[in-house]
Each structure stands twice: as C-alpha cells, then as structure tokens.
C-alpha cells in the first residue's frame, strides 16, 4: 500500500480536476497512476539540489529509468538551485534553454521533485513553454506538500518583490511521500507547520484544537498524525482554490500573514540564512494576530493562544527574531505597496475574527497602520 489518501481538485466549471496522492513510495505511484500519461513520452525531470546534496539523485535517477524503460519513455534531467533567491528570471531562462535544445513536444510532460522554490519555478516554465505542457509535482519539503504545491499559482521573485511574475496553472497531479520529510533540515520542517496552522488559524478551528493536543507527536513526524495534518491541510487548501481558482474572493485568506512576510522576506532579500518563507510567515501571522486585537476583531485571549502555538513548533513571532533587519514603519509600509495585495492604493490584510475564521480588510488607514507598525518595531 503505497497511497494513503487521496484528495480531488476540482472546480465548480471542471476547468480542472486532478488528485493529490498521500503516501511513501512516489515512484511506485507515479508508475501506477500515470503510466497513460507519461507512455512514450518525453519526460523532463527538474529536481531539487538536495537529491545531489545527499547523493540521492543517482537512485532517483534509476527509479525515474526503471519507470521509463517499462513505458518507452525518454528521460532528461535538470538540477535546480533551490534557494528563494535563485527563483528569478536567469534561472527560469536557464531551465527553458535546457528543456528547448532538448526538442520539447506539447505531448511533453514535466516533472518538478523539489521544494516551494523548484516547484514554482518548474511549474512557471511548464505553464509558458509551447503555450503550456503538462506538469506533475512532487514536493519534498513540509511547506510544498501543504501548500505551494497545491492551487496552481507559479512563478518568480523579482526585485520589485516576490511572486510579482507568474501564471495560475494546475498541475496534472501532485504526489506526496512523506519519506521525504525524514532528510528535510528541522529548520525547513518548522517552517512547513507554519503553513499549517496557517488552515487551522483561517478556515478550522477543530484542526487547530487537533494541533494543540498533538505537538509533540506531529513535530516528530509519528504516525499517523503527520499524515493527517497533510491530509487536512491539503483538503482546507483544494476546498478554497476548487472555489476561487484566481484569487477573486476566498482564496485571499490563505494570504493571512502573507502581506508581512514578503514585506520581510524583500527586507533581508531573500536571504535564508536570515529567514525561510515559512518563518517570515510565521511572524506575519503573530503580526496579524496583534493588529487583529488593535483593532478589535479578535479577543486578546485567542490571539495570544494563537500566538503560542506558533511558540510552540519552536517557529518565531517577532520582528526582533529576524536577525539582521533593519527595519521603520515607513520602509515596511513601503514594502507592502509593493505586494499583489493593493487594490485602489489600498493594502488588502487578511485579519483574524477568532480561531478557525479570517477576513479581507482593505480599510485600514495608514495612520492605524503607522502607528500599530511602530509598536511592532518596538516590542
Ligand atoms: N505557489 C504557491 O502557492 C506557494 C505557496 C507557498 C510558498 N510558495 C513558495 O515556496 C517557496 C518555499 O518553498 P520551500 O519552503 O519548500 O523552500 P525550498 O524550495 O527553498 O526548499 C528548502 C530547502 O530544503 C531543501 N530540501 C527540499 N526537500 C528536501 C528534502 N526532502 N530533504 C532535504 N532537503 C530538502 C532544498 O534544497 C532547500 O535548500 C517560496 O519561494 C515561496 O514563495 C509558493
């Protein structure tokens, strides 16, 4: 049994359906599930650093053979540097230089195995060469199997900010084997649970009732509560974007604390040795959090026990933890103007109303905004 779950993302137009495969042997699903697609095929392989990194990619290397031999398929493989700051433009030129001068056909079928960071850049390629070739992810961090993987959004920073440049496009599937999560760094394992008690903040409060009395287990990776928080995050995740593909409506909330992190993340410019993703999240989720009281929209009681329980997957939730930064009201308010979330010059924040619900708030004045950015500066 190498499929645990499976979960369908289908929209209410069926512009697009695919399944998400939970389980521990992606090469045995893949061979399962999408011999149709891949026979005969041409099958570009981008994968993540880390395979090379560990010497693992010449058994991944095999499997991928073993698979293709079996279907009459060719093979190419492309390694992929998978830092924040090396998903821009040259290294999406680079990708598409390989995968042209190796005769790509739109009977092709690309294959991302990597992080948040191969998973966007190799899904932006996909979407843009020939007008658009299948695509299947495997994500191999926490933070891709929960979320980036999931919802088709692709793409690149520039520097005028992140994710500024990229397309919606929907994977033909995403395959999920949780054996991967046993080489991923702890760091990059606490940023995934970020993203997780991200759904649990927004859309489920039983979820996050469900966090709160398994930490211990769930950071361990135990069975079966490491398959279940992916499973339940991916299942809140496909419910929202099955809705609201393009992000016209409820799929803004899954920016909650989004519009602080990439106002941190541009700050340190991407440096990961500063912050990853999933702790700038973390800390824009505390953000929200406390504007979420200023404001009088969430009890002060929910929000601090919120607020724990990003302590406690060992994540931070101040703007002094992010070492390094240099920070002003004004440069922060700057930087949220440069996020996707500004409609008629106003900052759309995603702001909590208790446990388990969240809200678009695009009336925040800039005085409020200062002022609560001030105290934030100097807690
Ligand atoms: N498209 C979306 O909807 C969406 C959503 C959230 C985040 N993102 C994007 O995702 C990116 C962050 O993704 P990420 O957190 O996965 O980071 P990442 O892709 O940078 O990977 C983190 C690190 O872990 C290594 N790694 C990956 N898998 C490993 C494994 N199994 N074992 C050992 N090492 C492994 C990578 O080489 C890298 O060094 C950001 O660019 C963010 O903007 C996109």
Do not use: W
Not at 126 to 151: A, E, F, M, N
Not at 247 to 265: D, S, V
Not at 278 to 288: H, K, R, T, Y
């Amino acid at each position: 049994m190498t499929v645990f779950k499976k979960i369908s993302v289908i929209n209410e137009n069926k512009s697009f359906k695919y399944s998400i495969l939970i389980g521990n042997n992606f090469i045995q699903t893949l061979e399962k599930n999408f011999s149709k697609t891949l026979k005969g095929k041409k099958i570009y392989i981008i994968y993540d650093e880390f395979f090379y990194k560990l010497q693992l990619h010449e058994n991944l290397i095999k499997d991928f053979e073993k698979v293709s031999t079996k279907l009459g398929s060719e093979n190419f493989f492309f390694k992929i540097k998978s830092k924040d700051k090396f998903k821009n433009f040259d290294k999406l030129s680079i990708l598409l230089n390989f995968i042209l001068s190796h005769k790509i056909n739109r009977d092709s079928i690309i294959i991302s195995i990597g992080g948040g960071v191969t998973g966007d850049l190799v899904g932006f390629a996909s979407s843009i060469v020939l007008r658009g070739v299948k695509c299947i992810h495997i994500p191999t961090t926490l933070l891709s199997q929960v979320d980036s993987s999931v919802g088709g959004k692709t793409g690149i920073n520039t520097k005028h900010g992140k994710n500024l440049v990229g397309t919606f496009y929907q994977p033909e599937g995403v395959l999920i084997d949780i054996n991967f999560l046993k080489t991923l760094p702890e760091r990059e394992l606490l940023a995934g649970f970020a993203e997780v008690i991200k759904y649990s903040f927004i859309y489920d409060k039983k979820f996050f009732s469900y966090l709160e009395r398994n930490i211990e287990s769930i950071k361990k990776l135990k069975s079966p509560y490491i398959e279940n928080i992916i499973f339940q995050s991916c299942q809140i995740k496909a419910k929202i974007v099955s809705i609201d593909e393009k992000e016209q409506g409820i799929r803004a909330i899954l920016n909650f604390g989004h519009t602080f992190a990439h106002a941190f993340e541009n700050l340190i410019n991407y440096d990961s040795k500063k912050l990853i993703h999933g702790e700038a999240v973390a800390i824009g989720m505390a953000c929200a959090f406390k504007l979420s009281t200023h404001m009088n929209l969430c009890s002060k009681k929910e929000a601090r026990r919120c607020i724990e329980l990003i302590s406690k997957f060992n994540l931070p939730t101040k703007l002094k933890d992010i070492k390094g930064i240099k920070i002003s009201s004004k440069k922060l308010l700057d930087k949220f103007y440069l996020d996707k979330k500004v409609k008629n010059g106003k900052i759309i924040l995603i702001l909590s109303n208790g446990i388990g619900s969240a809200l678009v708030k695009n009336d925040v004045d800039e005085i409020t905004l200062k002022k609560f950015l001030n105290e934030l500066i100097n807690e």
